[in-house]
């Protein structure tokens, strides 16, 4: 294991007697809002050097040098509506270097500025022959006062630190309450009321103004941890930097508001240890012992099954007489699956559950979250978990499934994504077919019972429906995968298809000899594959007036494509100026001794 580290940048303003001291040619600097390029309050200045040169900049506000500053050719800022192309994060600056050369540029770093407040704004460039400093080099600097825009109310300067999400939309759809997710990482410090401290507003771009939205925080973990920095056993230093810091992590999720083919910029607040909990309130409402749960909204009803946590039951609240369930074979849950079928052992689904040995719950405004996971019942070599969410005043909610075989299995069936109705409730069912090119509808009564109807293992989407009262339910595939690590996946033949018997259910095959023509042929199901799905479930009502797949079209076009996120963050002034990894077997890292000559 070999250690390495890499110099950090001179720092310019407490740098030694150089060479000459000259006046920079600041042509313009100004304090700015947040927008999609530069996604937080900010100085903006352009400089002009007296001649192209290699350089290191340094800036000061009000005395209090920066821990780092973003640094662009002026050429390079001519996207304000989007994110930013090129970033280059502290390891960037800790490996190496900038041995570009430069003559007009642009330089942006974060402020915290208040309305109408003066600011003295410092900036410094030394300038280079070489990558590395030398006494050769010349310092030239200047300083401005600024002040602050006067319009535009920037949030409750309680809460003293902020991260910037951007959110792009790309389909081309007005996104209105959008669920959206992100992961933020903190120092334990500035996260101790972290669950109840996180506040997310909406930056108007063109006005400037902002607008808290409703946001949630959940799955709260710590690594609170430090690196030790002590000596070896020899009494050597092991290194003069830490590796890591403690660290608290949490998902929050918020409802965004982004018109279509914009970016536009969130700002998550937190670092309040006076806060108090915000108590948003919306149609989301989630009630019962799990596992078996009423999840409702304003357009429907759930009920999660008593013994396994699965689907049992949804209806429309505008029809709430007309429910969809199954409840025939052996557990009646709607939603069956992971399976296996392993003989001499029983047919075994995920929803053959009785009280799974994982559960966990999260409850709240913006997002309801169940997880289930345990072994197959009668078969401990498979593993399964089954995770649904919920949001408010959406007519959807995501289900995720995995599978993994602890042990090799011989088995006559392995599926998945199954959902079970029970057959008078069904009439018909359709779906895109990629062969045709089409939408195919059958009539489900004029098929022999046990006829399967067969699409590809990547159908976007299928519908089971009664044409006579117009109830319909439908899945949007948003993603399945099968992989593995000690064998590939052996699947064989793998589709998705409709049957049905005393009921109706379309399933993925994964390997189903059972429903082949040599039914009682085994395949082994591999240690260390994994299967898994992610859909989109909904229930509507289908208008004899208007295209009765329309609904399922237009949201598969919106979850297909969600909102891109990008991440903008403070570098905290306890980050390292140099960087330090650790290497396997004494190997090199590449940048020793690099001499870097870019123009």
Same mark, same amino acid.
């Given at each position: 294991?070999?250690?390495?580290?890499?110099?950090a940048?001179?720092?310019?303003?407490?740098?030694?007697?150089?060479?000459?001291?000259? *006046?920079?040619h600041?042509?313009?600097?100004?304090?700015?809002?947040?927008?999609?390029e530069i996604?937080?309050y900010?100085f903006?200045a352009?400089?002009?050097?007296?001649?192209?040169s290699?350089?290191?900049?340094? +800036?000061?506000v009000?005395?209090?040098v920066?821990?780092a500053v973003?640094?662009?050719?002026?050429?390079?800022?001519? *996207?304000? #509506?989007?994110?930013?192309?090129? $970033?280059?994060? /502290?390891?960037?600056?800790?490996?190496?270097q900038?041995?570009?050369?430069?003559?007009?540029?642009?330089?942006?770093?974060?402020?915290?500025?208040?309305?109408?407040?003066e600011?003295?704004?410092? @900036?410094?460039?030394?300038?280079?022959?070489?990558? =590395? &400093?030398t006494?050769?080099?010349?310092?030239?600097?200047g300083?401005?006062?600024?002040?602050?825009?006067?319009?535009?109310?920037?949030?409750?300067?309680?809460?003293? /630190?902020y991260?910037?999400?951007?959110? %792009?939309?790309?389909?081309?759809?007005?996104?209105?309450?959008?669920?959206?997710?992100?992961?933020?990482?903190?120092?334990?410090?500035?996260?101790?009321?972290?669950?109840? *401290? @996180?506040?997310?507003?909406?930056?108007?771009? *063109?006005?400037?103004?902002?607008?808290?939205?409703?946001?949630?925080?959940?799955?709260?973990?710590e690594?609170?941890?430090?690196?030790?920095m002590g000596?070896?056993?020899?009494?050597?230093p092991?290194?003069?930097?830490?590796?890591?810091f403690?660290?608290?992590? &949490?998902?929050? /999720?918020?409802?965004?508001?982004?018109?279509a083919?914009?970016?536009?910029?969130?700002?998550?607040y937190?670092? #309040?240890?006076?806060?108090?909990? $915000?108590p948003?309130?919306?149609?989301?409402?989630?009630?019962?012992?799990?596992p078996?749960?009423q @999840?409702s909204? #304003?357009?429907?009803? @759930?009920s999660?099954?008593n013994?396994?946590?699965?689907?049992?039951?949804?209806?429309?609240?505008?029809?709430?007489?007309? !429910?969809?369930?199954h409840?025939?074979?052996?557990?009646?849950?709607?939603?069956?699956?992971?399976?296996?079928y392993?003989?001499p052992?029983?047919?075994?689904?995920?929803?053959?559950?009785?009280?799974p040995k994982?559960?966990?719950?999260?409850?709240? !405004?913006?997002?309801?979250?169940?997880?289930?996971?345990d072994?197959?019942?009668?078969?401990?070599?498979?593993?399964?978990?089954?995770?649904?969410?919920?949001?408010?005043?959406?007519?959807?909610?995501?289900?995720?499934?995995?599978?993994?075989?602890?042990?090799?299995?011989?088995?006559? &069936?392995?599926?998945?994504?199954?959902?079970v109705?029970k057959?008078?409730l069904?009439?018909?069912?359709?779906?895109?077919?990629?062969?045709?090119?089409?939408?195919?509808?059958?009539?489900?009564?004029s098929?022999?019972?046990?006829t399967?109807?067969?699409? $590809?293992?990547d159908v976007?989407?299928?519908?089971?429906?009664?044409?006579?009262n117009?109830?319909?339910?439908?899945?949007?595939?948003?993603?399945?995968?099968?992989s593995?690590?000690?064998?590939?996946p052996?699947?064989l033949n793998?589709?998705?298809y409709?049957?049905?018997?005393?009921?109706?259910?379309?399933a993925?095959?994964?390997?189903?000899?059972?429903? %082949?023509? #040599?039914?009682?042929?085994? +395949?082994? +199901?591999?240690?260390?594959?994994?299967?898994?799905?992610?859909?989109?479930?909904?229930?509507?009502?289908?208008?004899?007036?208007?295209?009765?797949?329309?609904? +399922?079209?237009?949201?598969?076009k919106?979850?297909?494509q969600?909102?891109?996120?990008h991440?903008?963050?403070?570098?905290?002034?306890?980050?390292?100026k140099?960087? =330090?990894?650790?290497?396997?077997?004494n190997?090199?890292?590449?940048?020793e001794?690099?001499?870097?000559?870019?123009?």
């Open positions: 294991m070999a250690l390495l580290l890499i110099s940048p001179t720092l310019i303003i407490q740098a030694q007697k150089l060479k000459e001291m000259k *006046d920079l600041i042509s313009g600097i100004e304090l700015g809002y947040p927008y999609p996604p937080y900010h903006k352009t400089v002009e050097l007296p001649q192209p290699i350089m290191e900049v340094e +800036v000061a009000d005395g209090k920066l821990r973003d640094l662009r050719r002026e050429n390079e800022m001519k *996207d304000r #509506n989007h994110p930013p192309q090129t $970033e280059r994060s /502290s390891s960037g600056y800790g490996l190496s900038d041995g570009t050369s430069y003559k007009d540029f642009t330089v942006t770093g974060w402020v915290k500025w208040q309305p109408g407040q600011y003295d704004i410092r @900036i410094a460039v030394r300038m280079k022959k070489n990558v =590395q &400093a006494q050769e080099d010349v310092i030239i600097s300083s401005r006062k600024v002040k602050a825009p006067e319009g535009g109310a920037t949030f409750n300067t309680s809460w003293k /630190s991260k910037s999400v951007v959110l %792009s939309e790309t389909a081309g759809i007005d996104r209105k309450n959008e669920p959206v997710e992100v992961l933020l990482a903190f120092y334990p410090d500035e996260a101790e009321s972290i669950s109840r *401290d @996180i506040r997310v507003v909406s930056v108007d771009t *063109d006005t400037h103004e902002i607008k808290e939205v409703m946001s949630q925080v959940y799955d709260v973990q690594y609170l941890k430090e690196d030790d000596p070896d056993k020899d009494g050597n092991t290194r003069n930097i830490p590796l890591w403690p660290t608290v992590s &949490a998902r929050v /999720s918020f409802l965004a508001d982004v018109p083919k914009t970016s536009r910029v969130f700002l998550v937190y670092n #309040n240890a006076k806060a108090l909990v $915000e948003y309130y919306s149609d989301l409402v989630v009630q019962g012992d799990a078996g749960l @999840i909204n #304003n357009i429907y009803s @759930i999660l099954h013994g396994s946590g699965h689907l049992d039951q949804i209806a429309l609240k505008s029809k709430p007489d007309l !429910p969809l369930f409840r025939m074979e052996t557990n009646g849950a709607i939603h069956w699956n992971p399976d296996i392993v003989p052992s029983a047919w075994t689904h995920s929803a053959d559950w009785k009280m994982g559960m966990k719950i999260v409850t709240g !405004p913006v997002v309801a979250k169940t997880e289930f996971w072994n197959l019942r009668g078969v401990p070599e498979a593993d399964v978990s089954v995770r649904y969410e919920f949001y408010p005043n959406m007519p959807y909610f995501i289900s995720s499934t995995c599978m993994r075989i602890n042990e090799t299995v011989q088995a006559l &069936a392995l599926r998945n994504a199954e959902m109705f057959r008078e069904i009439t018909h069912a359709a779906w895109y077919d990629v062969l045709r090119d089409t939408i195919i509808v059958y009539d489900i009564n098929v022999p019972d046990l399967d109807l067969k699409m $590809e293992a976007p989407w299928i519908v089971l429906f009664n044409r006579e117009g109830i319909a339910f439908a899945g949007i595939q948003l993603g399945y995968d099968n593995g690590i000690e064998s590939a052996r699947t793998p589709y998705f409709v049957t049905t018997g005393p009921w109706v259910y379309w993925r095959a994964l390997a189903h000899p059972f429903l %082949s023509a #040599n039914m009682q042929q085994v +395949v082994p +199901v591999l240690k260390g594959n994994i299967f898994s799905e992610k859909w989109a479930f909904m229930v509507y009502h289908i208008d004899n007036k208007s295209d009765p797949f329309a609904p +399922v079209l237009s949201w598969k919106r979850l297909t969600p909102l891109r996120i991440l903008a963050e403070e570098v905290d002034d306890r980050v390292s140099s960087l =330090q990894e650790v290497f396997m077997d190997g090199k890292s590449g940048w001794d690099r001499q870097t000559k870019k123009k």
